[in-house]
C-alpha cells in the first residue's frame, strides 16, 4: 500500500505538467514541419545539438512534461543525439525555474545554473551523436500525408488549409490519442517504479546523511536520478540544504541530475531511443554534474558566492485540487487513448 500511495502522490504532481507536455507536443506536431525539424535537428552534427539544447532553455517543461515534447521531436525526425540534449537543457532550466532559482539562490549561481546545464546538454548529445547510429532504434518520421486529414491529396489548389480550430483539433487529437497512448503503458510503469523508489528512500535520508564534498556530490546524484523532482520545487531542497551548510557544488548536482533525469524518462527513454542513449544520457549527466559541481564550489570560493535569500521546504507549486483534478483527467484521457487503440487495431 505504501508504494501505491507514493505512486498516487508521484502521478497527481507529475499530472500538470504532463499534461501541458503533452499538449506541447501536439502544438510542435501541428505547427512545426518534419522538413524544418529534420533540416535543423535531424543531422548527427554539432550544430543541431547546439540549437536542440538551445530550444529547450527557455521552454517551461518539467522533467516529464519534456518527455511528450522530445518524443514528438524524435517522431518528426530529430536525431538522438538532438532529443538527449533537449531532454537535458530543458527540464533543467526553463524561464519559471530560473527566475525561481534568481530569487532564492542569487545571480552566480543562476547564471552557472543555465550554462552548466546547456554544456551538460550538448555532452550528451555529441556522445549519442558518435557512440549510436540512427539505423539502431528506427525514427518515425511522418509521410507526407497530411496531419490533419491524413491523406495525401491537397484540397485547394494541390494545398492543405485547415482553420486554426481545425489545427488545434489536430493538435490535441495527435497529444492525447496518438501520442499519450504509444506512451501509456511506459508512463504507467515508470510512475510505479518511481513511487517504489520514494517509498524505499525517504526525503529525510537526503538532509539526514549527506556529508560534504565530492561525497555529497555522489550521494545527491545517486538520490535525485532516479526520483522525480521538477525544476523549480527543487530549487527550496536545495536553498535549505546550502542553508544548512551543504556546499553549493552538491546543490547543484541535486539542481542538475533531479530534474534531468527520473525513472518515468529513463523508461520511455530506454524504450523509444534505445537503451544505449539511455546509458549515455545518465554518465553524461553524472560526469558533468559532478565535475561542474566541484568547478562551482572554486568558482564559489573565489567570488564568495551570493547570499541565499531564503528557502520555502516543501512548498506547494501548485493547489492540491489542480494535482489532483489533472491526475484524474490523465487517467481518464489514458483510458480512452488505451480504448482507441484497442478499438483501431
Known sequence: MGILRESIDLLNKMAPYLLFGFFFAG??????????IARHLGRGNFSSVIKAALFGIP??????GVVPAALSLRKEGASRGSVLAFLISTPATGIDSIFATYALM??????????ASFITAVFAGILANIFTKEDEVSSEKSDEKCKMCHTDDGHEGGQHNHTIWERAKGALNY???ELLGDVSKWLL????VGGAISWFIPEAFITRYLGSGLRAMVIMFLIGAPMYVCATGSIPIAAALMLKGINPGAAFVFLLAGPATNAVTMTIVSKYIGKKAVAIYLVSIAVSSIGLGLLLD????IFGGAQIKGAAMHSQILPLWVEQSSA??????????????????
Not at 572554486?298 to 570560493?301: A, D, I, K, L, T
Open 298 to 301: 572554486r568558482v564559489w570560493n
Open 27 to 36: 502544438i510542435l506536431h501541428i505547427f512545426l514541419s518534419p522538413e524544418g
Open 59 to 64: 521552454l517551461p517543461l518539467c522533467s516529464c
Open 189 to 192: 510503469l515508470g510512475i510505479l
Open 175 to 177: 497529444a492525447f490519442v
Open 328 to 345: 484524474v483527467i490523465l487517467i481518464l484521457l489514458i483510458t480512452y487513448s488505451i480504448l482507441n487503440k484497442i478499438k483501431r487495431r
Open 106 to 115: 542569487g545571480g552566480l549561481f543562476t547564471a552557472y545554473r543555465v550554462l
